[in-house]
């Protein structure tokens, strides 16, 4: 392909690091089918796919201010994708911001995907300090994320993984740890006030008593039957334990706001695998395992 202009307000960026995500495997394939007029009805509309990115300001348009040739630069770019490349352009104002200094391409780039999903879930469950939530799912992109944010609101948080990866999901600062391959964490005797299912292989049905009265349950997915977006919708008639499927938000507050838990220590993205660009490919096929432990990282430069 040919290498990107960048618009009046838009910024060129060379990619030093991507990462194969959910989102990704989902615009490839086309699932759930029901997006496919969103996504593209036979192939992806997008040519080149990639949400997160990490890499230099290589040019600029005529009326970009904010940034310069030479930045540093992370972010997150769904809808218009592109980081599965050497070059990428995204507005001025879109999801991007300066670097910490303290990180490397490879470990900026897998800061925005599954923290920005944790956080909409987070903010519309309104979780506060001493509250107990239950984190299923606690390895993958957006569990991993959701631990550490919700420790930093400080919520009281029980994880849900499995017994090769219990050391990990305590060491993000999970309070209580269930091994779901000994243990059926539905059974489990304590009760929470938010239940989120952060892969999406659970149900309300088989979570709800779990919950307390008022108890909320969030999940990244539409659940069996794409029931949860319905059940949502009819919460608002409950006066007890409700269903929320909040819609993402993301924007360069977004960025800005994980750029600040990043220099602080609050959050730290979880890397399983490192690829090439050259071998994609395999990336896509191992994240599409559903066995990926927080984040695929994709180089597309020389390491730093």
Do not use: W
């Amino acid at each position: 392909m040919e290498k990107p202009t960048p618009e009046r307000d838009g910024v060129l960026v060379r990619v030093h690091a991507a990462t194969v995500n959910r989102t990704d495997c989902a615009f490839r394939a086309g699932t759930p089918v029901v997006a496919r007029p969103v996504y593209g009805l036979v192939r992806p509309r997008a040519r080149v796919l990639g949400s997160e990115f990490a890499g230099v300001v290589e040019a600029i348009g005529s009326s970009v201010t904010s940034f310069q040739v030479g930045d540093r630069v992370f972010g997150y770019n769904e809808g218009r994708f592109g980081a599965h490349a050497e070059y990428m352009t995204i507005p001025e104002d879109g999801s991007v911001a300066l670097m910490p200094a303290s990180v490397t391409f490879e470990e900026a780039a897998p800061t925005t995907e599954g923290s920005h999903y944790a956080l909409s879930l987070i903010r519309a469950a309104k979780v506060r300090s001493g509250q107990d939530v239950l984190v299923n799912g606690a390895t993958g992109g957006i569990g991993s994320a959701a631990v550490q944010l919700l420790k930093s609101v400080g919520a009281n948080v029980t994880a849900v993984c499995a017994t090769d990866h219990v050391d990990l999901v305590r060491s993000l600062g999970a309070d209580r740890v269930i091994d779901y391959t000994a243990e059926d964490f539905t059974r489990d005797e304590q009760t929470y006030d938010v239940v989120l299912d952060a892969v999406g292989k659970s149900s309300f049905g088989r979570c709800k008593r779990l919950m307390k009265p008022h108890g909320v349950y969030l999940s990244s997915e539409l659940g069996p039957m794409a029931q949860n977006p319905f059940l949502a919708l009819l919460s608002p008639l409950s006066r007890g334990k409700k269903v929320l499927f909040p819609i993402p938000k993301h924007d360069q507050a977004m960025v800005r706001l994980l750029k600040g838990m990043i220099q602080s220590g609050a959050f730290k993205p979880v890397i399983d695998k490192r690829y090439p660009l050259d071998q994609i490919v395999e990336a896509y096929r191992y994240v599409e395992t559903g066995q990926k432990v927080g984040n695929v990282v994709i180089a597309t430069a020389p390491t730093d």
